[in-house]
T-cell receptor, first 116, second 114 residues
Framework: AQTVTQSQPEMSVQEAETVTLSCTYD???????LFWYKQPPSRQMILVIR??????QNATENRFSVNFQKAAKSFSLKISDSQLGDTAMYFC?????????????FGQGTRLTINP | NAGVMQNPRHLVRRRGQEARLRCSPM?????VYWYRQLPEEGLKFMVY????????ESGMPKERFSAEFPKEGPSILRIQQVVRGDSAAYFC????????????FGQGTRLTVV
C-alpha cells in the first residue's frame, strides 16, 4: 500500500518570503502521479500542482514549483513570494498511474500561515 | 459551468439517525469519488462510482455505509445509524474520464453527530 508523509504539521512565514513544504511517500510502483492540493478555510480542495513520475523535469505553476526526487521518494513544494492568500492547509497526494479506477492517497497536511 | 455541488454543506444528526449526503458532479462527468476527512487529518478514499456501478469500494466501512450513483440524479452517500465517530467532512470529486488525473472537488459536507 502507498503511504504519504508530511512531517511538518505547521509552518509560518512572513509575506513575500519563500517557503518549502516537505512530502515523502512510499510505493513500489514505478509509474504514478504526485499532487499538491490547497485547502483554505472555505474547505474547497484546490489543485496547486501536478507531477508525473516519468517526467524528470520539475513541474512549475507561477509562484509554485516542486522538487521531485524520485529515488529518494521526496516531493517538496516551494512557494515563492508568498502572499496572504496562500494561508491554507496543504496536502501532498499520490495516485497510481493505471487504467480505470484511481484514488488519491493523501498525507496528513501542513498548515501554512503567511503573516503580514 | 457549475463545479461539483455538494449538499448540504452542514448536517447535524443525532446518534442512531440516518445521514444522506448528495453530490452532483460537474456537467458531463460520469465518474464520482467520495473521500472522508477526519479532524486534523488528510482525506481518505472511500468509494469510486460510475453511473449505476460501484467500481471500487475498498475504503468504505463494511457496515452502515453505502453509496450509489443512479442513471439520473446525484450521487448519494448514505450513513445509517450514525455514531459520534462518523463526524467528519465528506468530500465528493468528479472526473470526465476514468484515470483522469484531474478530479474536481466539491466543498464538502460537514457531518456532526450529537
Amino acid at each position: 500500500a502507498q503511504t504519504v508523509t508530511q512531517s511538518q504539521p505547521e509552518m509560518s512565514v512572513q509575506e513575500a518570503e519563500t517557503v518549502t513544504l516537505s512530502c515523502t511517500y512510499d510505493t513500489s510502483e514505478s509509474n504514478y502521479y504526485l499532487f499538491w492540493y490547497k485547502q483554505p478555510p472555505s474547505r474547497q480542495m484546490i489543485l496547486v500542482i501536478r507531477q508525473e513520475a516519468y517526467k524528470q523535469q520539475n513541474a512549475t505553476e507561477n509562484r509554485f514549483s516542486v522538487n521531485f526526487q524520485k529515488a529518494a521518494k521526496s516531493f517538496s513544494l516551494k512557494i515563492s513570494d508568498s502572499q496572504l492568500g496562500d494561508t491554507a492547509m496543504y496536502f501532498c497526494a499520490f495516485m497510481k498511474r493505471i487504467q480505470g479506477a484511481q484514488k488519491l492517497v493523501f498525507g496528513q497536511g501542513t498548515r501554512l500561515t503567511i503573516n503580514p | 459551468n457549475a463545479g461539483v455541488m455538494q449538499n448540504p454543506r452542514h448536517l447535524v444528526r443525532r446518534r442512531g439517525q440516518e445521514a444522506r449526503l448528495r453530490c452532483s458532479p460537474m456537467k458531463g462527468h460520469s465518474h464520482v469519488y467520495w473521500y472522508r476527512q477526519l479532524p486534523e487529518e488528510g482525506l481518505k478514499f472511500m468509494v469510486y462510482l460510475q453511473k449505476e456501478n460501484i467500481i471500487d469500494e475498498s475504503g468504505m466501512p463494511k457496515e452502515r455505509f453505502s453509496a450509489e450513483f443512479p442513471k439520473e440524479g446525484p450521487s448519494i452517500l448514505r450513513i445509517q445509524q450514525v455514531v459520534r465517530g462518523d463526524s467528519a467532512a465528506y468530500f465528493c470529486a468528479s472526473s470526465l474520464l476514468p484515470g483522469n488525473t484531474e478530479a474536481f472537488f466539491g466543498q464538502g459536507t460537514r457531518l456532526t453527530v450529537v
